[in-house]
């Protein structure tokens, strides 16, 4: 390589690209590969693919030298002190700062070992390798890590990998990462001798998780989302899942003001951090976050990426309780609409019952597996489901959301046509294609945004959409469902605003009024206008009483269903006297009953509202009609 003009690190690369790598020569392509890997920025989204390439090519003869394995650190070191934004691309591009990780990791396993452990300390990876047996592994061991005072360095003297449960010891919390091996490791291996490979990192930047990393690049104050060193164990380089003991792992976060920090490991098959299989086990107050895993790998901690602060455990538990209460009044009060609706043809034939019989088993859906939802998470940040149930449960969440939201469309739609246009216009079969469209359209979106974001569709501490499913499989179809019904809205109110006008009735004035004002709450529930306050939480200022308002007005959404369109509508009132005349005291089913009140009969309620039948809120009753008409008379 010395030989002629000075080569460029491509030019380099692409010679040795070209050589056959062999027992005789992998050590001398190692080394020209850690000095072309510290020309820095020299190399190219393709030269790092080369460099990739090369070391898995060098794992492939399984050449045991310890200088193999030294230069392999080396240009780990090296890459790793490449400016993210370019290990981003190249992560996202061909994985191949992924793929050099595994290629250390996977040469460290085979190399010899002299008197029991080699060990290698660069500036920005240190790896000790022990030459173990069960009995070893039998006794636990310790690793700790820290940084040099100038954050510069990793710190040969503090990176440890010691025997006994020493988590205990002032060098343990004085470590910025510790990590504890259980002896139940041994019965995974009982009767086998092999290597235990410690590997930390002192930055992230081999481990660049492309989806959190676009999120947060307009963020000044936050260079990326991992909040702690990176610390791994491995054995003979296996995957090592499912422990009946858990590792133990603790950090020291970097930026102490970060919030609701994740305890997360390394997915190498999705290139991502994932909380599989870890749960934090220290409170949100601590100074220093402890984490459990039931297996082996690169660990760490994420920041709270979402820009805002968790409840306190007090107001969490408030609006469990609350939604707990409100969710299953809801229920309570879902199933006697549908009920009601279900079984009384004359009520059923109309379109707009139609619309809220659907939009009523949609919410009945979402209430039922809210509850399951929150009722499976006991306990705070901790994951109590695997991740397929939790999925499958998020999924179903997800769904009926997405139904009931599409309903409210199918609300907004019709009540746009019968109040707002001068002429309604007649769509044909309008039921049978509203129904495909708000039932199938949910369908379609879940599928698609599950098998987009595969294992990170969910959440597992409480088994919610993730990041960028909620985003795209919710926020956005909510947002654009939210807006359309929001002018429809304003429409709806100026229409009835204007009829308001033109009847000049002083004296019931008041009585306008109020019934106005039930109009529009009966329409705000109706088309579900209350959901778009969950948008106000991403204010943090705001963030607690909107999730508050949110809490309580949406739980009870189906409760206020019930009373507007039921309790409050004669023809209602009328139909469960019929139905439940048997069960009812006898004054209730009298004549007399039966009008809205004011002593006329139930019979004027046809030819009173007849002009409004399909109107989809409460008209005014028979008697104030009456009234009405006296009063223009006179």
Not at 43 to 60: F, K, R, W, Y
Not at 174 to 202: C, E, N
């Amino acid at each position: 390589m010395s030989c002629g003009k000075n080569l460029t690190a491509e030019e380099i690369l692409e010679i040795l690209r070209n050589v056959e790598i062999t027992l005789d020569n992998a050590a001398n392509v190692a080394e020209e590969l850690e000095n072309v890997t510290s020309m820095g920025q020299n190399i190219s989204l393709e030269g790092l693919n080369v460099v990739a390439e090369l070391l898995e090519d060098i794992n492939e003869i399984n050449s045991t030298e310890t200088k193999v394995a030294k230069s392999m650190v080396g240009i780990v070191n090296n890459i790793a002190a490449l400016p993210d934004e370019q290990l981003g691309m190249a992560e996202e591009e061909n994985s191949s700062p992924s793929r050099v990780v595994l290629a250390l990791e996977a040469q460290l396993a085979v190399i010899e070992v002299g008197n029991g452990s080699s060990r290698f300390v660069e500036t920005n990876v240190a790896a000790e390798v022990l030459d173990v047996t069960p009995e070893d592994i039998s006794q636990v061991y310790n690793v700790f890590m820290a940084v040099t005072d100038d954050g510069e360095s990793i710190s040969d003297e503090d990176f440890k990998v010691e025997r006994g449960d020493l988590t205990q010891e002032p060098e343990a919390t004085q470590a910025q990462a510790t990590l504890f091996i259980p002896s139940g490791l041994a019965d995974r291996f009982s009767g086998r001798r092999g290597r235990l490979v410690i590997t930390t990192y002192r930055v992230p930047s081999m481990f660049q998780d492309t989806g959190i990393a676009q999120f947060n690049q307009d963020v000044e104050e936050n260079n990326g989302p991992l909040n702690s060193r990176i610390i791994s164990a491995s054995f003979n380089n296996e995957k090592v899942e499912d422990l009946s003991e858990p590792v133990r792992i603790s950090f020291t976060p970097l930026n102490p003001n970060g919030t609701n920090a994740q305890c997360v490991f390394w997915d190498f098959d999705d290139k991502a951090w994932s909380q599989r299989g870890c749960n934090k086990t220290s409170n949100d107050t601590s100074d220093r976050i402890e984490c459990e895993c039931n297996h082996l790998t690169n660990f760490g901690i994420l920041l709270d990426i979402y820009g805002g602060e968790q409840l306190s455990a007090k107001a969490d538990f408030i609006l469990k309780i609350v939604s707990y209460v409100g969710c299953l009044i809801s229920i309570l009060g879902l199933v006697m609409t549908i009920f009601t609706f279900a079984t009384n043809k004359k009520l059923r034939d109309r379109k707009p019952n139609q619309i809220l019989l659907s939009l009523c088993c949609a919410l009945l859906g979402l209430y039922v597996v809210f509850i399951v939802m929150i009722s499976v998470d006991t306990k705070r940040d901790v994951t109590e489901l695997s991740p397929l149930p939790c999925s499958i449960l998020a999924a179903f969440l997800q769904y009926f959301i997405l139904a009931a939201i599409f309903w409210m469309a199918v609300e907004g739609y019709n009540m746009h046509n019968l109040l707002v246009l001068v002429h309604h216009y007649y769509l044909p079969r309008f039921m049978k294609k509203a129904s495909l469209i708000a039932w199938g359209c949910p369908l379609l979106i879940v599928g698609i945004t599950a098998g987009a974001s595969r294992h990170y569709y969910a959440q597992t501490d409480f088994c919610f959409l993730a990041y960028w499913p909620v985003i795209s499989g919710l926020l956005i179809p909510i947002g654009v469902v939210m807006i359309f019904n929001f002018v429809i809205y304003v429409r709806v109110l100026m229409r009835l605003n204007k009829t308001m006008k033109g009847q000049h009735l002083d004296k019931t004035e008041k009585r306008q009024r109020i019934r106005r004002f039930q109009n529009a709450v009966c329409i705000l529930t109706l088309m579900g206008l209350t959901w778009s306050l969950g948008y106000l939480s991403i204010i943090q200022p705001a963030s607690a009483v909107a999730q508050g308002i949110f809490t309580v007005l949406n739980s009870l959404q189906g409760f206020f269903i019930f009373m507007l369109y039921c309790v409050r509508q004669p023809q209602v009132r009328m139909a469960w006297r019929f139905q439940f005349k048997c069960c009812l005291p006898k004054y209730f089913t009298t004549p007399s009953a039966a009008s809205s009140g004011s002593g006329q009969p139930s019979s004027m309620l046809k030819n009173s509202s007849s002009d409004l039948k399909d109107v989809p809120f409460p008209t005014q009753s028979p008697a104030e009609t009456q009234r009405q008409e006296a009063s223009s008379n006179g």
